[in-house]
C-alpha cells in the first residue's frame, strides 16, 4: 500500500469465522481504506483528462503537453513529497518555497559558480542541498527542542529565508553561467526530461523510506500518538529535526531543478510553493492530523493539480477562477478526510470487546 497506518491488533470472536490475511474480498478492498482513495484520485484524474481532450481535442493529449506536464508536476513534485513526511508526523512547514528561493540564490552566486567552474558543477548542488538542510535544521531545532509550534516556527522561516534571499541577491535575478550545470539539468534522458527522472527517483525514494523503513514507521507512529511514541522509546526529538531537515533538502532539490529549467536563481523562485505542496499533500490522501502518509497519493495529487493547471491554460481560463476552483478542490479534500475520521472512529467505538 501507499500509506502507513498504526496497526490495531484484533482477535476474532470463537464463534466467528477469522477474516482472511488479505482483509476480505478484492471487491471490498479494492472500495476500503488506502486502494479507495488511490482509485477515486485516479478517476478525479482521469475526468480531468477526459475534459483536457473534449475541450482542446488532440493538442491535449500530444506527446509534447505531456511532457510540459510532467515537466510541471515535477518541481513541486519535489517539494511535496518532504510535505508530506512532515504533516504525517502531525507537523508543517510554511517555508519550504522560501527554502527553495533561497537555494537558488545562494547556489547561483559568481563566487559559487567560479569556484564550481574550477572544480566541478557537483559544487552548486553541494551548496544549495547544504542550505536547504541547514534551513531544516533551523525549523526542527526551534520547534523541537524549543518547542514551538511548527506552524509559527517555519512561518518565521518563510519570511526570514525570503528577506535573506533577497539580500543575498540584491533583488537581482541571478544568471547561472555554468553551461555544465545547465547542460544536464536540461536534457533528456530517453526522451525524458531530466527533472521529471529527478522527481521519480525522488518519489521511489519517499516511497521506500515511508513504507518499508523504521524510519517511516516512527514517522507515522509520532504523528498517530506523540506522547505515546515518546513513551516507547522513539526519540521523538531527534526525529522531528530529521523531518525537518527532509523537507529542507526536497526544497532544495527543487531548488535546482528550477535553476535548471530557467537558468536563474532570484529570491522569487518557489512563491506560494508551501501552499500548493500542503494542498497536493491533503488532496493525496494524507491525514493533517498526522498518523497517515501516502506518496503514491501525493504523486497522484501532483499529476491532479498539473493536469488542470493545464487544462486551464490550454481553455485560456482566467487565472482568478482557477484559483477559486482549486481552492474548492482543497476544501473538499479536508471535508472528506473529516468525514473518513468520523467514521473510522465511530466504527472503532461500535467495536464489541472481544476475549
Known amino acids: 500500500m501507499s500509506e502507513q497506518k498504526t496497526p490495531v491488533a484484533e482477535k476474532p470472536s470463537v464463534q466467528t469465522p477469522a477474516p482472511s490475511a488479505s482483509g476480505g474480498s478484492a471487491v471490498q478492498r479494492l ?26 481535442g488532440d493538442r491535449f493529449l500530444s506527446g509534447d503537453n505531456m511532457l510540459v506536464i510532467l515537466r510541471h508536476a515535477s518541481i513541486i513534485g519535489v517539494i511535496s513529497i518532504g510535505v508530506t513526511f512532515v504533516i504525517t508526523a502531525g507537523g508543517i512547514d510554511l517555508s519550504v518555497g522560501s527554502v527553495m528561493g533561497l537555494t537558488t540564490v545562494v547556489a547561483s552566486l559568481a563566487s559559487v559558480q567560479m569556484a564550481a567552474s574550477q572544480s566541478s558543477w557537483l559544487l ?28 509559527i516556527a517555519t512561518l518565521a522561516m518563510l519570511v526570514g529565508a525570503r528577506g535573506l534571499a533577497e539580500i543575498v541577491s540584491g533583488r537581482r535575478t541571478l544568471l547561472v553561467t555554468n553551461t555544465d550545470f545547465t547542460g544536464v539539468l536540461r536534457a533528456d534522458v530517453l526522451g525524458i526530461p531530466v527533472l521529471v527522472w529527478i522527481f521519480a527517483l525522488v518519489a521511489a525514494a519517499g516511497w521506500f523510506l515511508l513504507n518499508r523503513t523504521t524510519f517511516g514507521r516512527r514517522t507515522v507512529a509520532i504523528g498517530g500518538n ?21 523537507a529542507g533538502v526536497t526544497a532544495a532539490i527543487a531548488g535546482l531543478m528550477m535553476m535548471g529549467r530557467t537558468t536563474s536563481g532570484t529570491s522569487t523562485h518557489g512563491l506560494l510553493y508551501e501552499l500548493d505542496a500542503i494542498a497536493i499533500v491533503v488532496v493525496g490522501g494524507t491525514l493533517l492530523a498526522g498518523g497517515r502518509g ?9 499529476l491532479i493539480f498539473s493536469t488542470l493547471t493545464n487544462v486551464f491554460t490550454q481553455n485560456n481560463m482566467d487565472t482568478s477562477v482557477q484559483a477559486l ?4 478542490i482543497i476544501v473538499l479534500a479536508v471535508l472528506l478526510q473529516q468525514r473518513f475520521a468520523v467514521r473510522k472512529e465511530r466504527k472503532a467505538k461500535a467495536k464489541p470487546v472481544r476475549a
Open 226 to 246: 506523540l506522547e505515546a511514541s515518546r513513551l516507547a522509546g522513539i526519540k521523538v526529538k531527534r526525529h522531528l529535526v530529521a523531518l525537518y531537515v527532509l
Open 31 to 56: 472500495f476500503h481504506g488506502s486502494a479507495a482513495r488511490s482509485v477515486g484520485l485516479v478517476i478525479a484524474l482521469a475526468a480531468i483528462f477526459a475534459i483536457g481532450i473534449v475541450t482542446t
Open 325 to 328: 476552483i482549486k481552492g474548492a
Open 294 to 302: 501516502t506518496i503514491v497519493g501525493t504523486i497522484l495529487g501532483v
Open 124 to 151: 552548486m548542488v553541494v551548496v544549495a542541498l547544504a542550505v536547504g538542510a541547514l534551513a531544516g535544521l533551523i525549523n526542527g531545532v526551534i520547534i523541537a527542542y524549543g518547542n514551538v509550534v511548527a506552524f
